[in-house]
């Protein structure tokens, strides 16, 4: 049975508590102005013109904007959008980011990087999650540092902002505009590894970081690498104007806040990684970073190499394999952040990966085409055997959004027909999901549902029709143009054209209610204009009333005066 992708049903209301504030405000991420904005009632994001979706549990990992050109390049190679990764991940590429720029003194590396990491779905063969969908993993066979990470983030999803798209005026330093609508396809890129000249490249980096581990007496482990990007208070992944090696302090112009106190720092460390109240937390590294004040040695190489970015066309990399809810052999659960679980889940996918690199991505065989309930497909299917997937059908934001809605205690349940321009029709059904803390349900879902539009309410009851399979039949020309990058393209500016529009109805709502307050203020002035012409005139009047007896008995006396004379 195919996993079922959650989707828009991982959404809920953010619950942000006072300690994540306090947590955002030590760590400077909320004092720039306007940099954080928090959701009010809605329980899908719809961020502010010039806003990002981003989580709390993210930006205390070092993300910040504008984004790194490096995470940047990831995103776009890997396919993926930011609430895609989980904290982990964030985590991984932030001590990554690092440990080049500050240990290695070089930038970071794409062919370093692939030698080390591999990505996976995040899920079980029931239920394929949106919401921190891909793992990002240490390879098996890498010489790579134990970092402690928890096996899971309680709650993590739960806790989501909008964070202002900061660039500069650049457009590589932009994150891609958010789409809770876009599925998670599994890519060439995600297993990607280094070829032979790339190895050969990044070979003294490797003797480098081997070096570091092993030294005696000046060990560095990954928990001395977070907490020196946590104590230097730079952002690994905000794009920066010095790398890490060119830092100067106190003073330096990346620093986004002042030194943390050391209860705050370990209190901090320790929620980020698996470490607990009883382990130490080292209060500085064994091996002393580059900086300004210890400068790179003469003529060091600082070797470039950074994801391929769209500016140069699409990359072979991108190729899509599979969708993986497809294949339950491909999907890891959360705990594959940590380095034992990586490397089992990178030996269960080795035949998958070297047949999906060569043919078209596997397929269930006409003659023994699975029912529901019966076991997943390997994926090493015999490439003759092999028939392509068929394609879904394009989502249509207008029709998801038209959901009845009578009681406010039950869970959703949608009947939703997307429709294409081509009007093939799939109807769909959704069971209840229950919501838990530390990671969303894991039910045997056995269909799709279609992601509700952003300008939608929550609904609350619908209409249902359950089915027992869902149902789609394109024809050959219908997958081509389905396939039309300028199609994708068109179909996800149409979802997200649906959440500005309420955006810009909002907006016309706040100026009309502004026109009538300038009007009331306009009012009032004018009321107040009034009463102060007809104060002065009475003041006026007061004044001569009392002025008039004086002068008429000055005059008298004068007058006496003068005859008396």
Known sequence: MAAADLGTAEWERSKITNQDLNLLKKLGITTKPKAVCFPSEESYPAPPMGYRVSFVDHLIRGLSTPIHPFLRGLLYVYGLQLHHLTPNSILHISIFITLCEAFLGVSPNWALWKRIFFCRRNGSPNVAYNIGGVVISIRSTADYFDVKLPDSVQGWRKRWLYIREENDGCLEDNIPPFDGAEKILRRRSWDAEATEEE???????????????????????????IVYFLKSRVQPLQARKFPLWKYTGNEDVDRLSVDLEVKDLERLVRKITSLSKKDSIPSSCRVKPYSATHALPKNHPNLVSLPPLPEGGEVEERTVISNDNQEASSFVNEPADSRKSAGSAEKDAASEDTTSAQSPPPADSPKNKRKRGDVEDSGTSKPEEAAPLPQKAAYDPYLASIISSDDDEETPALDVAARTSMSHTLVISEPRVEGEESSPPQQNIGASTPPSSPRAPSPKRARTEIVSEPTLQLSSSSNLLMEDPVIKDLLRIGAQFVGYREYANKAEEKLAEANDRANTLAQQLEQSEKARKKAES???????????????LLVSKTEKEASHR
């Open 199 to 225: 190895r050969t490249s990044t070979e003294s980096l490797m003797a480098r970081i081997h070096e570091l581990q092993n030294t005696r007496g000046k060990e560095l482990s990954g928990i001395q690498i």
């Open 538 to 552: 009475m003041l006026l009047m007061h004044e001569q009333r009392l002025i008039k007896p004086r002068l008429t």
